[in-house]
Nanobody, 114 residues
């Protein structure tokens, strides 16, 4: 399964962005727990938000209350709404199933200025 992320950019602290991830197969989005992963420069890729096949969500403490993950299976898309962005959120963001079963995309760069 191929995954294509988009929606990143440069924003000031306190700003918002909505990331999108389109999968090549709708069943991948519909049947798997999906996640958004954050990779800061020089660091490992960490899961920051996840949504299970029933719509239940889970967030890392660092983004809880600010980020919202959602899914539209008909559009083969997973979204990440990022509010009240902080400089520490600067990273490349990737989506995949929670267990990383899909082919990793190129990600989308989010840069938050102070």
């Amino acid at each position: 399964v191929q995954l294509v992320e988009s929606g990143g950019g440069l924003v000031h602290g306190g700003g918002s962005l909505r990331l999108s991830c389109v999968a090549s197969e709708s069943s991948f989005i519909r049947l798997n727990s999906m996640g958004w992963f954050q990779q800061r420069p020089g660091e490992q890729r960490d899961l920051v938000a996840a949504i299970d096949r029933y719509g239940g969500t889970d967030y890392a403490d660092s983004v809880k209350g600010r980020f919202t993950i959602s899914r539209d299976s008909a559009k083969r898309t997973v979204y990440l709404l990022m509010n009240n962005l902080k400089p520490g959120d600067t990273a490349v963001y990737y989506c995949n199933s929670r267990d990383g079963a899909g082919d990793w995309g190129q990600g989308t760069q989010v840069t938050v200025s102070s």
